[in-house]
C-alpha cells in the first residue's frame, strides 16, 4: 500500500521540552515538505527538501528542525524555541518525474502543549 | 509566486452543481492550476490539475478560460460528503514548487 505514514497521530509536549514527528513515504519521491495548519487557516510551509542530505527553510521554520537522511524519511522536531507549538502538522511528498508535481499528504499528526 | 483569491466560504444543497471560481491574475506562463480537497483533520487530497481549456476526471471538471486568469472547479452534483475546504494552487509544475496554501473556500453541502 504506497503512502505517506505520519505518527504519532496525537503528541503532547511538555514546556521545554522537544518532540520529533515522523514522516515516511513508500512513494519513491524525491521530494518531501512539512506544513503547519493553525485552526481555519491555509497550510504554512515549515521546511522542504528536493534531495537527500539538503533540505531549506520554508516560511515558518524558526523553532523547527528537520533531516533527510534517506529519501523515504523526512522527521521533524519542534524546539522548545517554538512557543507556540500547538497545531495540526501535515507531511507531503512529490515526485519531479513529469509534467505534474502533485503533492501527496499524510494524515497529520496534532500536537498539544501540556 | 502567483497569488489566488477564492470564496471564503459556499452553501450548496445535495444534489446541485457547485461551481467555485479562483482568480490568479499574475499567473505565469509554465505554471498550472491545481486543486486540492481537505476534510477536516485530514490531509489535503489532490483533485484535479489543468493547464488550459477544460480539464474533466471521474470527481470534477476544471474550466480554464484562453487569458488563464481565473479557473472554475466544479463539481456535478455534490453530495454531503463534498462538504470541506477546497484549495486552488498556481505553480510551475516542473522540478520543485513553492506552493501557497491560501485559507481555501469552505464548502457546506446542506440536505
Known amino acids: 500500500d504506497g503512502g505517506i505514514t505520519q505518527s504519532p497521530k496525537y503528541l503532547f509536549r511538555k514546556e521545554g521540552q522537544n518532540v520529533t514527528l515522523s514522516c515516511e513515504q513508500n512513494?519513491?519521491?524525491?521530494?518531501m515538505y512539512w506544513y503547519r495548519q493553525d485552526p481555519g487557516q491555509g497550510l504554512r510551509l515549515i521546511y522542504y527538501?528536493?534531495?537527500?542530505?539538503?533540505?531549506q527553510k520554508g516560511d515558518i521554520a524558526e523553532g523547527y528542525s528537520v533531516s533527510r537522511e534517506k529519501k523515504e524519511s523526512f522527521p521533524l522536531t519542534v524546539t522548545s524555541a517554538q512557543k507556540n507549538p500547538t497545531a495540526f502538522y501535515l507531511c507531503?511528498?512529490?515526485?519531479?518525474?513529469?509534467?505534474?508535481?502533485?503533492?501527496?499528504f499524510g494524515a497529520g499528526t496534532r500536537l498539544s502543549v501540556l | 509566486l502567483a497569488k489566488t483569491t477564492q470564496p471564503i466560504s459556499m452553501d450548496s444543497y445535495e444534489g446541485q452543481e457547485v461551481n467555485i471560481t479562483c482568480s490568479h491574475n499574475n499567473i505565469a506562463t509554465n505554471d498550472y492550476i491545481t486543486w486540492y480537497q481537505q476534510f477536516p483533520s485530514q490531509g489535503p487530497r489532490f483533485i484535479i490539475q489543468?493547464?488550459?481549456t477544460k480539464v474533466t476526471n471521474e470527481v470534477a471538471s476544471l474550466f480554464i478560460p484562453a487569458d488563464r486568469k481565473s479557473s472554475t472547479l466544479s463539481l456535478p452534483r455534490v453530495s454531503l460528503s463534498d462538504t470541506a475546504v477546497y484549495y486552488c494552487l498556481v505553480g510551475y509544475s516542473g522540478g520543485y514548487q513553492k506552493v501557497t496554501f491560501g485559507t481555501g473556500t469552505k464548502l457546506q453541502v446542506i440536505p
Open positions: 489543468g493547464y488550459k
Open positions: 527538501s528536493q534531495i537527500v542530505n539538503d533540505f
Open positions: 507531503a511528498s512529490s515526485s519531479f518525474l513529469g509534467p505534474q508535481n502533485i503533492q501527496y
Open positions: 512513494l519513491n519521491h524525491d521530494a
